[in-house]
């Protein structure tokens, strides 16, 4: 018996949602084959596409690591599990590149053992994956991952996801310039401690955005995605952050900012014909400033 499973990037965050709010796209995103074989134990056989970059010891590689604590959980540690796993994104690029590789591994051993656990059920799974990857276990790039869409993670102890509404067609034009940011360094930089002041404009912005998702009200979407707690000092590490806001806005963006803990960015779009235009703007000055870069333009679903 052998599966084949996609599970998508996804951005983190959405501007004002640090920890809490994530979205997952419909490209790009990573694949793991998976079978099931005579030989106890999880081997992972090959990666391809991360230049080498992946621990290939299956207990520290997120993708064998997790699947052999689901193992564990249905109470089948004997079984014989084979990997392969293809990066189909940037490692270490703030589109979730750790999560979609653990959620489709996940999602694999999950439906090679009969769907024993929902998809719902998998998401503590994944997140002891990016604890493994980054050192934090949070859910904002695995629960989108897992449960598709927008995803509000209302609490973490105890876990309460909500999928949230969201305007059809909407896109994200993203951008990420060849600068490496490990999460964990990202995660590192930020202050731990808010003013009472800030937490009151923070909160306020993701009540508008999730409150511009129910009512499809681009504008409010717009004006809630501002964040003064993480960007400010994370928009550091990310080359002329300022202007590619100023061309993702002036070329028809409904927000724009961070996807996750960067370098990549992301713009909200009405459409994929708008983010096509953003991401053109965006890579056309990367590359004026000698910058590499990639581009997706992607839906969000
Ligand atoms: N919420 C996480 C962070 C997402 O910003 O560190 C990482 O992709």
Same mark, same amino acid.
């Given at each position: 018996?052998?599966?084949?499973?996609?599970?998508?990037?996804?951005?983190?965050?959405?501007?004002?949602?640090?920890?809490? #709010? &994530?979205f997952?796209?419909?490209?790009?995103?990573?694949?793991?084959?998976?079978?099931?074989?005579?030989?106890p134990?999880?081997?992972? *056989?090959?990666?391809? !596409?991360?230049? !080498?970059? #992946?621990p290939?010891? +299956?207990?520290?590689?997120?993708?064998?690591?997790?699947?052999?604590?689901?193992?564990?959980?249905? &109470?089948r540690?004997?079984?014989?599990?084979?990997?392969?796993?293809?990066?189909?994104?940037?490692?270490?690029? &703030?589109?979730?590149?750790?999560?979609?590789?653990?959620?489709?591994?996940?999602?694999?051993?999950?439906?090679?053992?009969?769907?024993?656990?929902?998809?719902?059920?998998?998401?503590?799974?994944?997140?002891? =994956?990016?604890?493994?990857?980054c050192?934090?276990?949070?859910?904002d790039?695995?629960?989108?991952?897992l #449960?598709?869409g927008?995803?509000? $993670?209302?609490?973490?102890?105890?876990?309460? $996801?909500?999928?949230?509404?969201? +305007?059809?067609?909407?896109?994200?034009?993203?951008?990420?310039?060849?600068?490496?940011?490990?999460?964990?360094?990202?995660?590192?930089?930020?202050?731990?401690?808010?003013?009472?002041?800030?937490?009151?404009?923070?909160?306020?912005?993701?009540?508008?955005?999730?409150?511009? #998702?129910?009512?499809?009200?681009?504008? /409010?979407? !717009?004006?809630?995605?501002?964040?003064?707690?993480?960007?400010?000092?994370?928009?550091?590490? $990310?080359?002329?952050?300022?202007? *590619?806001?100023?061309?993702?806005?002036?070329? =028809?963006?409904? !927000?724009?900012?961070?996807?996750?803990?960067?370098?990549?960015?992301?713009? /909200?779009?009405?459409?994929? @014909?708008?983010?096509?235009?953003?991401?053109?703007?965006?890579?056309h000055?990367?590359?004026?400033?000698?910058?590499?870069?990639?581009?997706?333009?992607? @839906?969000?679903?």
């Amino acid at each position: 018996k052998s599966v084949k499973v996609f599970a998508p990037a996804t951005v983190a965050n959405v501007v004002c949602g640090f920890d809490v #709010l &994530g979205f997952a796209v419909n490209e790009p995103g990573d694949e793991v084959i998976m079978r099931l074989t005579d030989k106890p134990g999880v081997s992972l *056989l090959k990666i391809t !596409g991360d230049e !080498g970059r #992946l621990p290939l010891n +299956p207990d520290k590689n997120t993708v064998s690591a997790i699947a052999k604590q689901y193992l564990e959980h249905i &109470g089948r540690p004997d079984a014989g599990i084979e990997i392969e796993l293809h990066k189909k994104m940037p490692i270490g690029s &703030g589109l979730g590149s750790s999560s979609a590789s653990t959620v489709a591994g996940l999602f694999a051993i999950n439906t090679l053992f009969d769907n024993q656990l929902t998809n719902r059920e998998l998401v503590p799974f994944a997140m002891k =994956g990016e604890e493994l990857a980054c050192g934090y276990g949070h859910a904002d790039n695995v629960a989108p991952a897992l #449960l598709g869409g927008f995803v509000l $993670i209302r609490s973490y102890s105890p876990l309460d $996801i909500i999928s949230l509404p969201f +305007p059809q067609d909407l896109h994200a034009a993203i951008v990420y310039p060849e600068v490496d940011v490990p999460t964990k360094d990202a995660r590192q930089m930020i202050r731990s401690k808010v003013y009472l002041k800030d937490a009151v404009t923070q909160w306020g912005n993701v009540a508008g955005l999730v409150s511009g #998702l129910f009512m499809n009200d681009y504008d /409010l979407i !717009g004006r809630s995605m501002t964040d003064i707690l993480v960007e400010p000092t994370r928009s550091i590490l $990310i080359p002329d952050f300022e202007i *590619l806001r100023a061309l993702a806005m002036e070329s =028809g963006a409904i !927000g724009f900012g961070i996807s996750g803990s960067g370098p990549s960015v992301f713009a /909200l779009t009405k459409d994929a @014909e708008t983010a096509n235009r953003i991401t053109q703007k965006l890579q056309h000055h990367l590359k004026n400033i000698a910058i590499n870069s990639l581009a997706f333009v992607s @839906e969000v679903n």
